[in-house]
Nanobody, 123 residues
């Protein structure tokens, strides 16, 4: 079982940047894929980015080229660098551990969700 805590969210203007952090406690997640998801008001949770145990990365088309996911297994942490932010990026961002094999974009394959951190991008 892993406990995850997200941080780094805030209010930023269009075109700005934020760096989100996800700190884990409990078991080490170095052998698991880690994912970032987001949920905007009135919308379903959607995949943002994921990083595998061998550091392979995956991105939603909507953030590709603007966001970068990384991990530091020694610190049991995963990060999401967000650049060129747009108002449509406004959402609560959560990280999670992939607990079942399958596509990295599927939220139901992940467990141990953090409470999330709010990202608001002003227009």
């Amino acid at each position: 079982q892993v406990q995850l805590v997200e941080s780094g969210g805030g209010l930023v203007q269009t075109g700005g940047s934020l760096r989100l952090s996800c700190a884990a406690s409990g078991r080490t997640f170095s052998w698991y894929t880690m994912g970032w998801f987001r949920q905007a008001p009135g919308k379903e949770r959607e995949f943002v980015a994921a990083i595998g145990s061998t550091y392979s990365t995956y991105y939603a088309d909507s953030v590709k080229g603007r966001f970068t996911i990384s991990r530091d297994n020694a610190k049991n942490s995963v990060y999401l660098q967000m650049n060129s932010l747009k108002p449509r990026d406004t959402a609560v961002y959560s990280c999670a551990v992939q607990s079942r094999t399958g596509a990295v974009t599927i939220p139901t394959l992940y467990d141990d969700w953090g409470q999330g951190t709010q990202v608001t991008v002003s227009s």
